[in-house]
């Protein structure tokens, strides 16, 4: 008896309609088919009557994030229909646990660490960034979620969609939607209050930052005054603190002066003007690596050694001037030296193989 027998489909009505999906759970080792309650809705657009199927996303958790494959992206699977794959999408550092029905299914062929839920789903063909309705998924839809699940990461795989992304088709493409995006390259988290204290961050870790169709990503100009152009992608921290109230707490869980420290020197900068700040992701922009000490030294910099000169001026000139003869590579190297000498007497082992950001150039 199969698992329809054993569930058939729930009646359809005039909110809801009924769909298979298949979920990959945190803490069982096999992947469940369920039927997800998608919200109808009905409306008037130039008197066009529009339907469309909101799927049910709610046990993921925060926020979703989507790949979708089609015939174009999976050729030896033949589909005429549209494969969705729904996750967290800040999965790897958002406190999520090891998905472990991934873990047993693809044993030696795990090459990422795969956290959190996962749903998949499908829809007819269409070039829309989300579908308008779904169908049932088939059985032999879950081997080209399987099959990307041991591709990702494994760089000897000629299909591993995030390497070869940019040279396949539009639509049709593996595409990566609504709050996930192409990762970028390795960079450095800059954590806010909140995620310190409801989360267990450090203030600054490593990690792979991602292109978010919904981040401000702002191009960070004072160090560019030096020879480094670092990129600044705001992650949205509030979504991940669960039910705490904010407006009760007695300080700003987003408050970031490390931030505000990189950032308060762009002309027209929308990150200085973001209340608190909130979590950053820190890359290069020549996409070379940089690590949590070279940031944290970069931010000791400017809050230690060039805020102190910079508002005591009285002129933009005097202020230029500051600018010009404190971002230099020779006093910053010096400042780097120093502090990686003070850290490492503070015990702060992770400071004995620090190198300078230079040194990657």
Known sequence: MNFIDRNPKPQ????????????FPVNSKQPKFLWLANKIEVYKNDDVTVYKEKLNKDFLGYGRGSLSFSEAHNPPFKLN???????????????????????????????????????????????GSSPDKYQDIALADAR?????????????????EMSELKHLPSYKAARIITDYGCPLGDG?????LGDTK?????????????????????????TMRMGISLDLHYIDSKARWGNIDV?????DPEENNEVWHLSHYNEDSQVSTWSGHGSV??????RREITPEQVEAICLYCQHQLYPAVKVCTSEEQRESVVKSLMTRGKFEKFFKLTKEEMIKKGNTSWETAISPFSAL
């Open 12 to 23: 359809d009505n005039e909110e809801n309609s009924f769909k298979l999906g298949l979920h």
């Open 81 to 127: 229909h549209c494969i969705w794959l729904w996750f967290r999408p800040e999965f790897l550092f958002d406190g999520s646990e090891e998905n472990q029905c991934l873990k047993e299914m693809l044993q030696r062929y795990q090459h990422h660490d795969w956290r959190g839920p996962f749903l998949v789903v499908a829809s007819p063909l269409g070039d």
């Open 144 to 160: 080209v979620v399987v099959q990307h699940f041991k591709n990702y990461g494994n760089m000897t795989s000629k299909t591993n």
């Open 188 to 192: 450095v988290r800059i954590a806010c």
């Open 198 to 222: 409801f989360l267990g961050f450090q203030k600054f870790t490593a990690q792979n930052i991602y292109q978010e169709t919904r981040k401000v990503v702002e191009t960070c100009q004072i």
């Open 247 to 251: 407006e009760t707490l007695d300080f």
């Open 281 to 286: 992701g820190v890359l290069r922009r020549d």
